[in-house]
C-alpha cells in the first residue's frame, strides 16, 4: 500500500508539472500567432527564429521532465540557427525538428491535461483502497490507475518528442562532418609531431653521429686517443638516434600491440606509470578473437593518456582500468579517486582522446566533479 501511494503520488506530481507545463503553452500560442504574423508581413521576420528557438526550450523541457519519469532519454536533433536573418529564417522554416516540436506543442494543448482524470481517482483511492489495501490487506486497485495516467502521458509525449528519421539523418550527417573535421586536424597534428621528432631528435643526432665518424676517421692515422673517444661518442649517439626513432615509431603504432595485445599492452602501461594500477579485462580473451588495429591504438591511447594525467594531476597514487568487450565494440574505462576537476580546455590531453575516438564514430564520456573521483569512459564501436 505505501509502495502504491509512492508511486500515485509521484505520478500525480509529473502530472501536476506537465499540466503547467500546458498552461504555458496555451498562453505561448500567442506568441506563436504574433511571430507568424510578423513573417507574413515581413516586418517582424526576426522574431520567427527566436520564437523557433524559444519553442526547442519548451520541447527540451519537456523532454527532461518525461525522461525523468520513463529513465530512457529521449533525444534532440536540430540544425543550428545561425547567420543573417534570411539565413536564420530559413533554417527555422524547414528544419523538421521544428515540425517535430510543433506536432507535439498542439497535440499536448489536449492530453496534456490527462491530470484532471486523477482528480475523481484519488477520493476513489482512499475509499475503496483504504478499506481493501489497508484494512483488509488487499493489493491496491485505484492507485495503480493514477500511475498507468502518468505513463500515458509520458508514452505519448516520447512518441510525439521523438526526432523523425529525416532529423536524425540530418543531424548524424552534420555529426559525421564534424567528427571527420576532427580526424583531418588529429591527423595533421600527428604529422606534424612525427616530423618534429624526426627533425629534433633522430636527424640532429644522426647528423652529429655522421660528423663524429668523419673526424675519427681524419684522426685515426695519426692520433688513436682522439679516435678512440670519437668513436665512443660516435656509438652512444647511434644509440640516442635509435631510441628516438623507437619513440617516433611507438607514436605511430606501438610495438607492444602487436607483440602482446591490448591487454598484455594496458597491463604493461600499467606497470610502467609509477601508480597502483589494478586492470580488469571483461571477456576480451575468451576466443583468443582481437579488435582491429586502429581500435586497440585508440584504446591503448586512451589508457596511456589517461593515466598520465593520473600521475600528473590526481593527487593519487592508485587507479583501475577495466578493458570489457561488448556486443558492438570495446568499452575503456579510466578511474581514480584524485582531486577531480579535470578540464578539456586544460590542455591535459582529453581533447586528444576524444579526438582520436570521434574518429572511430567512437564517444568519450567525461566524469570529474571537484573532489574526484575522475572517470574517462571511452565506447570504441567494432565487429568481433
Known amino acids: 500500500m505505501s509502495k502504491s501511494l509512492r508511486d500515485a503520488g509521484r505520478a500525480t506530481g509529473y502530472l501536476v508539472v506537465a499540466l503547467a507545463l500546458t498552461f504555458g503553452l496555451w498562453i505561448f500560442v500567442t506568441v506563436l500567432i504574433i511571430a507568424v504574423v510578423g513573417t507574413v508581413t515581413v516586418v517582424g521576420a526576426w522574431l520567427l527564429p527566436e520564437t523557433v528557438l524559444l519553442v526547442r526550450r519548451i520541447a527540451g523541457a519537456k523532454r527532461r521532465l518525461t525522461a525523468d519519469w520513463t529513465g530512457q532519454r529521449i533525444p534532440e536533433a536540430y540544425r543550428p540557427i545561425t547567420g543573417t536573418v534570411r539565413e536564420r529564417l530559413r533554417t527555422a522554416v524547414r528544419d523538421p525538428g521544428t515540425r517535430t516540436d510543433l506536432r507535439w506543442m498542439f497535440a499536448a494543448y489536449f492530453y496534456g491535461a490527462l491530470f484532471f482524470l486523477t482528480v475523481p481517482l484519488w477520493p476513489l483511492a482512499l475509499v475503496?483502497?483504504?478499506?481493501?489495501?489497508?484494512l483488509l490487506r488487499r493489493r491496491p486497485l485505484v492507485l495503480p490507475w493514477i500511475v498507468r495516467v502518468a505513463d500515458l502521458e509520458a508514452d505519448w509525449s516520447t512518441a510525439l518528442l521523438k526526432p523523425s528519421p529525416q532529423a536524425q539523418l540530418s543531424a548524424r550527417v552534420?555529426?559525421?562532418?564534424?567528427?571527420?573535421?576532427?580526424?583531418?586536424?588529429?591527423?595533421?597534428?600527428?604529422?606534424?609531431?612525427?616530423e618534429r621528432d624526426l627533425h629534433d631528435g633522430a636527424q640532429a643526432n644522426l647528423v652529429a653521429?655522421?660528423?663524429?665518424?668523419?673526424?675519427?676517421l681524419r684522426a685515426c692515422g695519426t692520433d688513436p686517443d682522439t679516435t678512440r673517444r670519437l668513436l665512443g661518442e660516435a656509438?652512444?649517439?647511434?644509440?640516442?638516434?635509435?631510441?628516438?626513432?623507437r619513440h617516433v615509431v611507438r607514436g605511430i603504432h606501438p610495438p607492444i600491440l602487436t607483440d602482446r595485445g591490448l591487454v598484455g599492452a594496458v597491463r604493461a602501461l600499467a606497470a610502467g606509470s609509477g601508480l597502483d594500477v589494478a586492470v580488469e579485462v571483461v571477456r576480451l580473451e575468451e576466443d583468443g578473437v582481437r579488435a582491429p588495429a586502429a581500435v586497440e591504438a585508440a584504446a591503448y591511447f586512451v589508457v596511456a593518456e589517461a593515466l598520465t594525467n593520473s600521475a600528473k594531476y590526481s593527487g593519487e597514487l592508485t587507479a583501475t582500468v577495466r578493458l570489457e568487450r561488448t556486443k558492438r565494440g570495446?568499452?575503456?574505462?579510466?578511474?581514480?579517486?584524485?582531486?577531480?576537476?579535470?578540464?578539456?580546455?586544460?590542455?591535459?590531453?582529453?581533447?586528444?582522446?576524444?579526438?582520436?575516438?570521434?574518429a572511430l564514430d567512437g564517444t568519450v564520456e567525461l566524469s570529474s566533479p571537484v573532489g574526484g573521483p575522475t572517470v574517462v569512459e571511452a565506447r570504441l564501436p567494432c565487429v568481433w
Open 128 to 134: 475503496v483502497d483504504g478499506v481493501g489495501a489497508g
Open 174 to 194: 552534420e555529426e559525421l562532418a564534424a567528427t571527420r573535421a576532427d580526424a583531418i586536424a588529429a591527423h595533421g597534428a600527428e604529422l606534424c609531431r612525427i
Open 209 to 216: 653521429l655522421s660528423m663524429r665518424i668523419g673526424l675519427a
Open 235 to 245: 656509438q652512444t649517439q647511434a644509440e640516442q638516434a635509435l631510441t628516438d626513432l
Open 330 to 358: 570495446l568499452r575503456v574505462r579510466v578511474a581514480d579517486a584524485g582531486r577531480g576537476g579535470a578540464d578539456e580546455a586544460g590542455g591535459s590531453g582529453l581533447v586528444g582522446i576524444r579526438r582520436r575516438v570521434a
